[in-house]
C-alpha cells in the first residue's frame, strides 16, 4: 500500500477488465471497465490531466523536496502508462510509446479508438438486423443467439430499442412462425 510520502505502487489490474481489441470492436466496454479500475487504483486522474507534473520556475534552483515531487509524479505516471499498456494490442502499445504521458497516450487512444467505434458499431449492428434463422434451422437456438447478440451490441455501446429487437425477430424467424407470433 502507498503512503503520502512515497510513490504509488504498481497494482496488479482486476482479470476481468477487456483487454481492448485490435478493431476497437469493444471499445465501449473497455473504457467504463478501464476508467473504474483505475480510479479504484487512483490513476485516473493521470489519465484525465488533473494531477499534472509539478512545475518549476527556475530549472536551474530546483529544491530537494520538489525534485523528490516531481520523481513521485514521474513515478504515478509511468505506472500509469504501464496498467494501460497491460490492456492493449501490442501494436497500439507501440504505437503510442511516441507519447510521454498517460494523459497524452489516452488522448491519442480516444481520438484513434471512438472513430474506429464508431464504424465498428455500425458493422455489428448491421449484421445483428441481416440475421436470419438458417432454413430448417432451430428456431430456438437462433432465438437465443440472437439474444445474445444484442447483448454483445450493448456491450459494445449500441443500444438495440425493444422495437427494432421485434422487428428483427419476426424478420428472422420463418413466415409462418413470424405471422403467428406477431
Known amino acids: 500500500m502507498s503512503t503520502s510520502t512515497s510513490p504509488t505502487t504498481i497494482e496488479q489490474l482486476p ?30 486522474p493521470f489519465f484525465e490531466g488533473t494531477i499534472s507534473m509539478p512545475t518549476v520556475k ?34 497500439v502499445t507501440v504505437r503510442l510509446q511516441a507519447y510521454n504521458t498517460a494523459k497524452q497516450r489516452w488522448d491519442r487512444l480516444v481520438s484513434e479508438f471512438t472513430a474506429q ?3 465498428a458499431q455500425n458493422d455489428l449492428e448491421q449484421a445483428f438486423f441481416d440475421m436470419r434463422c438458417p432454413k430448417g434451422g432451430d428456431v430456438h437456438i437462433f432465438l437465443t443467439a440472437l439474444c445474445y447478440k444484442k447483448e454483445e451490441l450493448a456491450a459494445a455501446g449500441v443500444r438495440v430499442t425493444q422495437k427494432e429487437y421485434q422487428h428483427t425477430v419476426l424478420k428472422s424467424i420463418p413466415d409462418e412462425l413470424a405471422k403467428f407470433a406477431s
Open 117 to 119: 467505434s464508431i464504424y
Open 15 to 44: 482479470s476481468n477488465i477487456p483487454h481492448l481489441k485490435t478493431d476497437g470492436s469493444n471499445w465501449a466496454i473497455f473504457v467504463v471497465q478501464f476508467r473504474e479500475a483505475m480510479q479504484a487504483t487512483r490513476h485516473w
Open 58 to 91: 527556475d530549472p536551474s534552483k530546483i529544491s530537494k523536496a520538489k525534485k523528490k515531487e516531481i520523481k513521485a509524479w514521474e513515478h504515478n505516471d509511468l505506472a500509469a502508462c504501464y496498467l494501460l499498456s497491460q490492456c492493449l494490442p501490442d501494436s
